[in-house]
């Protein structure tokens, strides 16, 4: 059953107080790994995707990154807009389009 | 370019009733997403639908099922309702196969099952 953990479940930053959120998984066979954001009262909106170990997608302030065991969400110099939920979520090479979303991460970076 | 759509945003229901969630994807998308979002299980899969065809299903029971119709709009049911059922049900649309982790989610309809 594939399993996604994410890492710490919820983080407070000061405004431009780098830092990183961790998503780890266990997937059979791993089609490809998605980063979500989640604001409060809203659908998630999508970030990046990224399918092989050692690729990096980066998008103004955030970075992400994939190894074989889990991605990383960089912030840095974050902005209190950046408060959010960020979602993980796995797709499985036998699974057809479900997606597997771990719990999540609220931040909260004050100004 | 409207982002999908779900009706209606906000509901409350007791045990034992039904209740009909509908969704309208983005224009051109025809692939709709089913999820349950609990602050205890996270975002599940419930199911997807392509040109009419569910094609994946998750682990939820029977009571949960959908629809899809020819203009891609889609509902999904919940029947015989238990209090666990409250939830935030949020539908996404897909633009195509290549990008299929690529969802683009609507707002959400919250049930709240008394």
């Known amino acids: 059953e594939d399993q996604v953990t994410q890492s710490p479940e919820a983080l407070r930053l000061q405004e431009g107080e780098s830092s990183s959120l961790n998503c780890s998984y266990t997937v059979s066979g791993l089609r490809g790994l998605f980063w979500y954001r989640q604001d409060p009262g809203k659908g998630p909106e999508f970030l990046f995707t990224?399918?092989?170990a050692g690729e990096e997608k980066e998008k103004e302030r955030l970075k992400a990154t994939l190894t074989k065991k889990e991605s990383f969400l960089h912030i840095t110099a974050p902005k209190p807009e950046d408060s959010a939920t960020y979602l993980c979520a796995v797709q499985n090479n036998n699974a057809g389009n479900m997606l597997t979303f771990g719990g999540g991460t609220r931040l909260m970076v004050k100004p | 370019k409207a982002g999908v759509t779900q009706t209606p945003r906000y509901l409350i229901k007791t045990r034992g009733q039904q209740v009909t969630l509908s969704c309208s994807p983005i224009?051109?998308?025809?692939?709709v997403s089913w999820y349950q979002q609990t602050p205890g299980q996270g975002l599940q899969f419930l199911f997807e639908?392509?040109?009419?065809?569910?094609?994946n299903k998750g682990n939820f029971p029977g009571r949960f099922s959908g629809r899809q119709f020819s203009n891609s709009r889609s509902e999904m049911n919940v029947s015989t309702l238990e209090l666990g059922d409250s939830a935030l049900y949020l539908c996404a649309s897909r633009r195509d196969r290549i990008n299929a982790g690529e969802l683009f989610f609507g707002e959400g309809s919250r049930l709240t099952v008394l």
């Open positions: 224009s051109g998308h025809r692939s």
């Open positions: 639908y392509f040109s009419e065809t569910q094609r």
């Open positions: 990224l399918y092989s």
